[in-house]
């Protein structure tokens, strides 16, 4: 059905900056509503972002001004700009489309 592939996990400094991608197969994905979720080592996962098909987008109030979320139709992408990380935003990040379909996740590890 579906496929949809992360990348652009890594390790990075507080204060740093990434950003994830999400490439997605379907003829529907513009209209899809995105999000991203991350799962720390023994937490429950969590949503982080979520972007709509008419481009309105919603965060958790602990990324609020440091992540943004978006898309690019033309390449089938949603994207996950995070700046200013901090340690506790480690976690696995994974894409979601529809609250149905699931990427493999991507680790991002924010540490001195």
């Known amino acids: 059905q579906v496929k949809l592939v992360e990348s652009g996990g890594g390790l990075v400094q507080p204060g740093g900056s990434l950003r994830l991608s999400c490439a997605s197969s379907?003829?529907?994905?513009?209209?899809?509503?995105m999000y991203w979720y991350r799962q720390a080592p023994g937490k429950q996962r969590e949503l982080v972002a979520q972007i709509t098909s008419g481009g309105s987008t919603n965060y958790i109030d602990s990324v609020k001004g440091r992540f943004t979320i978006c898309r690019d139709s033309a390449k089938n992408t949603v994207y996950l700009q995070m700046n200013s990380l901090k340690p506790e935003d480690t976690a696995v990040y994974y894409c979601?489309?529809?609250?149905?379909?699931w990427g493999q996740g991507t680790q991002v590890t924010v540490s001195s």
């Open positions: 979601n489309a529809e609250m149905y379909y």
């Open positions: 379907g003829s529907i994905f513009s209209r899809y509503t």
